[in-house]
């Protein structure tokens, strides 16, 4: 099973569809609320050179937002990242 992390703020749409896509994927994720922490939000954008959120990654490599994350599950890549063959 992969590692999956997700940095989200409250009331983020975009933060919601793609929780609940790893929701329904079954994944196992960690989610990091940057909503009111500007330090972790630095880090944030340093580590993925982007500010919006969400930000994802998964094994390490960086997915990017909601929209990849949708995009990759339609081409039928994001199965097997999940899964950890990818």
């Keep these: 099973m992969a590692t ?3 940095y989200t703020t409250m009331l983020c749409p975009y933060c ?3 929780l609940s ?3 329904r994927k079954g994944a196992a994720y960690t ?4 909503t009111f922490k500007p330090k972790l939000r630095r880090a944030m954008a340093e580590r993925a050179g982007a500010t919006s959120v969400p ?3 998964i094994d390490g490599r960086h997915i990017g937002g909601c929209d990849e994350l ?3 599950d339609a ?3 994001l199965d097997p990242m999940l899964a950890g063959s990818a």
């Design 4 to 6: 999956v992390e997700i």
């Design 16 to 18: 919601a569809r793609a």
């Design 21 to 23: 896509l790893l929701k």
């Design 31 to 34: 989610e990091v609320d940057v």
């Design 55 to 57: 930000q994802i990654w």
């Design 70 to 72: 949708h995009a990759m």
């Design 75 to 77: 081409a039928g890549k």
